[in-house]
């Protein structure tokens, strides 16, 4: 079973750091996603990413954060200055791409942040 | 613009009792539906989904769902709950039809099994 691993599991940092997440999607396939679950919370989009750009984004995508895809097997977020509201858990996904596939996800990357 | 109703945050179910987690979705074009399972301290992962072919869809350790248009309705069920079935589900629907694969996701609903 092919799957989505993310580094680290869990990550404590304070506020106003950066902070770098890192995931490597299934290998062949074309679109990745970040997700972030508050905890009690439904899981909720962040971003998209396709040929090497952002396709889509939330609006809780602003300034402060960034995705990246720096070689053929990372993908990457980025927090530039972490806020409390910001500890969570955030989910890596990817998928093939035609319709009817089914979207992976990583285990999960905890962000706390104090 | 699509949004995902589930009833019930939390529900708890004796063991061999069905399992019933009811999800209600409204979507501008023909949905994508799934259901994810997410075990304590674990990832999402996918138990069954519906893309357009059969409205009664099988999942994985038992779980079935069925697409009722008329009633936006993608509701997952299981005859006989079993202990290890105690998790967070989260029912999800995407546009794929319009071409984006973007997920979006109930608020969960929470499955205790009692002994």
């Known amino acids: 079973e092919p799957e989505v691993t993310q580094t680290p599991s869990h990550q404590v940092t304070q506020m106003g750091q950066e902070v770098i997440l890192r995931c490597v999607p299934i290998?062949?396939?074309?679109?990745f996603y970040w997700y972030r679950q508050i905890l009690g919370q439904k899981v909720e989009f962040l971003v998209s990413f396709y040929n090497n750009e952002i396709s889509e984004k939330s609006e809780i995508f602003d300034d402060q954060f960034s995705v990246e895809r720096p070689d053929g097997s990372n993908f990457t977020l980025k927090i530039r200055s972490t806020k409390l509201e910001d500890s969570a858990m955030y989910f890596c996904?990817?998928?093939?791409?035609?319709?009817?596939?089914?979207?992976?996800f990583g285990e999960g990357s905890w962000l706390t942040v104090v | 613009a699509q949004s995902v109703t589930q009833l019930g945050s939390h529900v708890s179910v004796s063991e061999g009792a069905l399992v019933l987690l009811r999800c209600n979705y409204s979507?501008?074009?023909?949905?994508?539906l799934f259901w994810y399972v997410q075990y304590p301290n674990q990832g999402l992962q996918l138990l069954l989904k519906?893309?357009?072919?059969?409205?009664l869809v099988k999942g994985i350790n038992g779980f079935e769902a069925e697409f009722k248009k008329s009633e936006t309705s993608f509701h997952l069920t299981k005859p006989s709950a079993h202990m290890s079935d105690a998790a967070e589900y989260f029912c999800a629907v995407s546009d794929q039809g319009a071409g984006s694969y973007q997920l979006t996701f109930g608020k969960g609903t929470k499955l205790s099994v009692i002994p």
């Open positions: 290998s062949n396939h074309l679109y």
């Open positions: 979507s501008s074009v023909p949905p994508y």
């Open positions: 519906y893309t357009s072919a059969a409205t």
């Open positions: 996904a990817s998928i093939l791409g035609p319709p009817g596939n089914t979207i992976y």
